[in-house]
């Protein structure tokens, strides 16, 4: 026999993520009530994972699962919050118990790690789609922008951007790795990214701006700088690029795919020279993996600098309508 929508929720729904205290009511009713710390400001964000746009048609559940959620926390991370509530619209062309049951792994593997609960959503027939807004908060005025970077402030990035690129033309079956390691490297970077959540947490105070990198670092990175009324300079030398990537497309191609790659999910932000040694010693790089790739400055735009020269680089980023 089918299941029913409500069967479907209540089965795969109903107890998925973290038990908070503070869910006065969560899934099962017409909305959440949700209990607000003091002295705390809300912190919402949302986005939509949509087959065939943002994964393969047949991509593993449970990796749809974890990626729904991992963007939305890869947001919060950016704004400096700390996670607590999620709502999951789901639109499905089947209610398939199997898929059901690993994409509730995923999800729920991931809101635990996070201390997530999920207080409600929608559940629909349809083309695959998963949109999950996500909720956490910020003491008063302590929240990240993109806006606060002055020229002059220094440039990071953490984790090694263009992983996830690569991982997703694997799962297109157009890339070929000989290497059977990297290859799961690559793909697992793009199937399960890691939101930076302790490094957003740790930022707080110290870093003058702050963005999620999911359409590409240079041109998220742009996106940081223009908000500050600033440009940027990259040093391409100083890009991370993991051992896996090199490996697999070689050098000149793993740069660009750090550059212009996008789905990493990882921060870019910048740091005011008088908060360097304290930003240093709070969150030094062998914890949280970040690497310094440049510098705000007061001319416009976002360039990329090797040695003496500007190079020209094609793509800045993905646009949905571009």
Not at 79 to 97: I, N, T, Y
Request: aromatic share 6%; charged share 20%.
């Amino acid at each position: 026999m089918p299941l029913s929508e409500f069967d479907l929720i209540r089965r795969f729904f109903s107890d998925c993520g973290a038990q908070r205290a503070d869910v006065v009511l969560g899934v099962g009713d017409d909305g959440a009530v949700l209990e607000c710390p003091p002295g705390s400001q809300l912190v919402a964000a949302i986005d939509t994972l949509v087959e065939e746009v943002h994964f393969p048609k047949g991509s593993p559940a449970r990796s749809i699962g974890h990626r729904a959620l991992a963007v939305n926390l890869s947001d919060l991370a950016a704004m400096g919050a700390k996670p607590a509530w999620a709502l999951l619209a789901l639109a499905l062309p089947a209610a398939d118990e199997d898929w059901l049951a690993q994409f509730r792994q995923g999800l729920d593997a991931l809101a635990q790690q996070h201390e997530v609960a999920l207080v409600g959503g929608d559940t629909t027939g349809g083309k695959l789609c998963v949109t999950v807004q996500i909720m956490g908060f910020v003491p008063h005025g302590a929240a990240l922008t993109r806006r606060g970077g002055q020229p002059g402030d220094e440039v990071f990035v953490s984790g090694t951007p263009g992983d996830s690129a690569a991982g997703l033309m694997l799962e297109q079956s157009r890339l070929s790795v000989a290497d059977a390691g990297h290859a799961q490297w690559l793909l697992e970077r793009f199937r399960y990214p890691t939101p930076r959540v302790a490094l957003g947490l740790a930022l707080r105070g110290l870093a003058s701006a702050c963005i999620d990198v999911s359409d590409g670092l240079l041109g998220d990175c742009g996106r940081l700088a223009e908000a500050s009324g600033c440009g940027v300079s990259l040093d391409y030398d100083s890009l991370p690029v993991s051992a896996a990537l090199r490996a697999a497309v070689g050098e000149e191609r793993a740069r660009e795919l750090a550059l212009t790659g996008g789905e990493d999910y990882e921060l870019c932000f910048s740091v005011p020279a008088a908060q360097l040694e304290q930003f240093v010693a709070r969150c030094p790089a062998a914890q949280f993996g970040w690497s310094r790739i440049g510098a705000l400055r007061s001319q416009r735009g976002a360039v990329v600098q090797r040695g003496a020269s500007v190079m020209q680089v094609s793509h800045r980023g993905f646009d949905h309508f571009g």
